[in-house]
């Protein structure tokens, strides 16, 4: 799944500066909005779905399963806070 989302949507670390829009973290399940240009959360990869910042859950749900065949429900994604922050973000790397 990851891969296919890294072919549609290409990823972006945590701490990078980033456009306007929604973004999803399939890892922690996940989704930040930004109205303006800005850095994304130390929190994993983000994946960029929309330049609306104003999705809903069930919109973003809809967004992901259309591009990667899935069946998630908005209450499978959470707005993203500070808890789902990294402790120890690594280098966006593989490290096995």
Do not use: E, H, K
């Not at 296919?4 to 996940?30: E, P, S, Y």
């Not at 909005?33 to 990869?45: E, H």
């Not at 994946?47 to 499978?76: C, E, F, H, K, R």
């Amino acid at each position: 799944m990851v891969d296919l989302a890294d072919l549609t949507w290409g990823r972006l670390n945590g701490g990078a500066q980033a456009q306007a829009g929604t973004f999803v973290n399939l890892r922690t399940m996940t989704y930040f909005q930004q109205a303006s240009d800005g850095a994304l959360p130390v929190a994993g990869w983000w994946y960029y779905l929309s330049s609306s910042a104003t999705l809903t859950a069930a919109q973003i749900a809809t967004a992901v399963n259309t591009a990667l065949s899935t069946s998630y429900t908005a209450g499978n994604f959470a707005a993203y806070t500070s808890g789902n922050a990294s402790p120890y973000p690594g280098a966006g790397c593989s490290d096995g």
